[in-house]
């Protein structure tokens, strides 16, 4: 069996793997953990070799250990002061405009800042006042402002 014959190196060379990995597939940081995890048991061995048995607990038992630490007190994401800035159509719910063109048949256009966009909802002739409740890609959803 290879683990009969393991060294340090070879915990090393499957810790890169492992990082190498998390790279390539982002798994949620779970493969970072256990890239690390097997680096320390390769340092471990280094210094004190052991039977196999022993480095895969080590190595099992480090693993878990550092993800449910990390999941634990990993940073919290701060909210953001702009948090439709990619997203300009969402930034617009809410506001009242002047219809550019009528609402024909559901669609129409709606001049907003320095932009057209399509809009979407009930027949309503030019100049009509809209609000917008939503945004769905790159038309917005009007209604009749009361």
Known sequence: MFLEHAVYWHWFIAGLALLVLEMLIPANLVLLWMGISAM??????????????GQLV????????????YRRWRPQETASDAPTLNRRG???VGRTFSLTSPIINGVGTLKV????WRVAGPDLPEGSRVRIVKAEGATLRVERDT
């Open 40 to 53: 320390i048991v390769g340092l471990l061995m280094w210094a004190f070799p052991m039977p196999w048995p």
């Open 58 to 69: 080590l190595f099992a038992m480090l693993s878990l250990a550092s993800f449910f630490a």
């Open 90 to 92: 969402e930034s617009y």
């Open 113 to 116: 800042d320095d932009s057209q």
